[in-house]
């Protein structure tokens, strides 16, 4: 070999060390997306297809703990080829830088925010804030579910619904507004209302048949011991007897 072709054969395997240097780490865009695996677009503006063969994406949780999240048709990902530039298919996809199509509306570096398809989205803050949004409904499905507020519980609906084999509440309760009772009410202490009737305890029930008042004040009348004279016809006639 002389000393031209040696030249030759050296420039030839520079030319090619380069090239699959440049080939190891490439952007692209999500083309298509078949289970596991993806075809990512090396020239998404280009009317040439460069395109590589369907190959896996990093997943951030793929052991006891799994996650599954597909890429989105046109993200921009990083694309490591593991083969050195010399085989495609033997690379995996990096997800995601951010792009044109795909860019976040917050851009607070205090926060982290997940949106998904904008019909889901949960923010946080540095400051211990936590919201969920969703457009549709949020379910749990638990044996039990456990709220610890040191302040306040606040919510705001139209409509609340509770369906439960027993329903316990401890401490004050105030109600604005009317509250429609349907199935018995058992009261062991006492049913107050402003001023003008109290009952004592257990005097007073209600069934389908109507109330029974055995013992209440109303106007500083007691019904237990208050009585009127009643002619043959029912009426009352005198002055009641107490």
Same mark, same amino acid.
């Given at each position: 070999?002389?000393?031209?072709?040696?030249?030759?054969?050296?420039?030839?395997?520079?030319?090619?060390?380069?090239?699959?240097?440049?080939?190891?780490?490439? %952007?692209?865009?999500?083309?298509?997306?078949?289970?596991?695996?993806?075809?990512?677009?090396?020239?998404?503006?280009?009317?040439?297809?460069? %395109?590589?063969?369907?190959?896996?994406?990093?997943?951030?949780?793929?052991?006891?703990?799994?996650?599954?999240?597909?890429?989105?048709?046109?993200?921009?990902?990083?694309?490591?080829?593991?083969?050195?530039?010399?085989?495609?298919?033997?690379?995996?996809?990096?997800?995601?830088?951010?792009?044109?199509?795909?860019?976040?509306?917050?851009?607070?570096?205090?926060?982290?925010?997940?949106?998904? %398809?904008?019909?889901?989205?949960?923010?946080?803050?540095?400051?211990?804030?936590?919201?969920?949004?969703?457009?549709?409904?949020?379910?749990?499905?638990?044996?039990?579910?456990?709220?610890?507020?040191?302040?306040?519980?606040?919510?705001?609906?139209?409509?609340?619904?509770?369906?439960?084999?027993?329903?316990?509440?401890?401490?004050?309760?105030?109600?604005?507004?009317?509250?429609?009772?349907?199935?018995?009410?058992?009261?062991?202490?006492?049913?107050?209302?402003?001023?003008?009737?109290?009952?004592?305890?257990?005097?007073?029930?209600?069934?389908?048949?109507?109330?029974?008042?055995?013992?209440?004040?109303?106007?500083?009348?007691?019904?237990?011991?208050?009585?009127?004279?009643?002619?043959?016809?029912?009426?009352?006639?005198?002055?009641?007897?107490?």
């Amino acid at each position: 070999m002389n000393l031209t072709q040696a030249i030759l054969n050296i420039s030839q395997r520079v030319d090619g060390l380069e090239r699959q240097l440049r080939n190891m780490i490439r %952007l692209g865009r999500v083309k298509s997306v078949s289970g596991v695996k993806a075809v990512i677009d090396f020239a998404p503006n280009s009317e040439d297809d460069y %395109l590589s063969p369907p190959i896996q994406w990093l997943a951030f949780e793929a052991g006891e703990g799994i996650k599954w999240r597909a890429p989105s048709i046109g993200e921009q990902v990083v694309v490591l080829n593991l083969s050195g530039g010399v085989d495609e298919a033997n690379a995996i996809a990096l997800p995601a830088a951010y792009c044109s199509e795909f860019s976040p509306d917050d851009t607070d570096p205090r926060k982290t925010i997940l949106s998904i %398809l904008d019909v889901f989205k949960v923010t946080s803050d540095f400051d211990g804030n936590y919201l969920v949004e969703a457009d549709s409904s949020v379910k749990f499905i638990t044996p039990a579910f456990l709220v610890e507020a040191s302040d306040v519980i606040s919510m705001q609906t139209s409509e609340y619904n509770r369906t439960a084999s027993t329903a316990n509440t401890k401490g004050t309760h105030t109600q604005t507004g009317d509250v429609s009772i349907k199935g018995a009410l058992d009261v062991s202490t006492q049913i107050k209302t402003p001023t003008l009737v109290s009952y004592s305890p257990g005097a007073f029930s209600m069934t389908a048949n109507g109330a029974v008042l055995s013992d209440a004040t109303i106007g500083n009348v007691r019904f237990s011991i208050h009585k009127h004279k009643v002619n043959k016809e029912g009426q009352p006639t005198e002055t009641p007897i107490e």
